[in-house]
């Protein structure tokens, strides 16, 4: 038995990540959060609704005195 190549997908993987105008802006400082690794996302039911909340990271958090 002969083993035939693999073939490769071309169209795999391409759009990895979060561009700029699609990513969330920190509640606190209003600065676009692309992959941030200090990211924080914090979730409430606040009348049926689920609010969410970005701040790209744990001091924006802090300083953030609600809406
Ligand atoms: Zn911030």
Redesign the pocket.
């Known amino acids: 038995m002969q083993k035939l190549p693999k073939m490769v997908d071309p169209t795999s993987d391409v759009g990895e990540g979060v561009s700029e105008a699609d990513a969330p802006t920190?509640?606190?400082?209003?600065?676009s959060i692309v992959e941030e690794p200090t990211h924080r996302v914090i979730t409430w039911i606040d009348e049926g609704q689920v609010r969410t909340v970005h701040?790209?990271?744990d001091?924006?958090r802090m300083d953030w005195d609600g809406e």
């Open positions: 920190c509640a606190t400082c209003g600065s701040f790209c990271d001091g924006c």
